[in-house]
């Protein structure tokens, strides 16, 4: 059985850091692409940040750019995501997905299988 499970939102101020992780169980973690996802409220959950099984390759939501890094360390069966320069409008759930095995860049919520259980993150202006 999978599992994921996120950690590390809260509240911070407008131009702070928060670094959120998600631990994953239930599968070789080192041959799954990881995502992660936000929803706001009354919106859909979209794209933020996806790495490769590998570690090689990595992709962003423009709206991040230059300011969240996503990254994993799989001894540790864990996906990272450091969001730095944070705005009110970061404010959100924020979810890590499991994709297909060795898939590549996804970045469509319908590409994972799994997810976890959301981390709220709230930016205060």
């Known amino acids: 059985q999978v599992q994921l499970v996120e950690s590390g939102g809260g509240l911070v101020q407008a131009g702070g850091s928060l670094r959120l992780s998600c631990a994953a169980s239930?599968?070789?973690?080192?041959?799954?692409?990881m995502g992660w996802f936000r929803q706001a409220p009354g919106k859909e959950r979209v794209f933020v940040a996806v790495?490769?099984?590998?570690?090689?390759?990595?992709n962003y939501a423009d709206s991040v750019k230059g300011r969240f890094t996503i990254s994993r360390e799989n001894a540790k069966n864990t996906v990272y995501l450091q969001m730095n320069s944070l705005k009110p409008e970061d404010t959100a759930v924020y979810y890590c997905g499991i994709g297909g095995f060795r898939r590549g860049i996804l970045v469509r919520v319908e590409d994972y299988d799994y997810w976890g259980q959301g981390t709220q993150v709230t930016v205060s202006s």
């Open positions: 239930g599968r070789t973690f080192s041959n799954y692409p």
């Open positions: 790495i490769t099984w590998s570690g090689g390759t990595t």
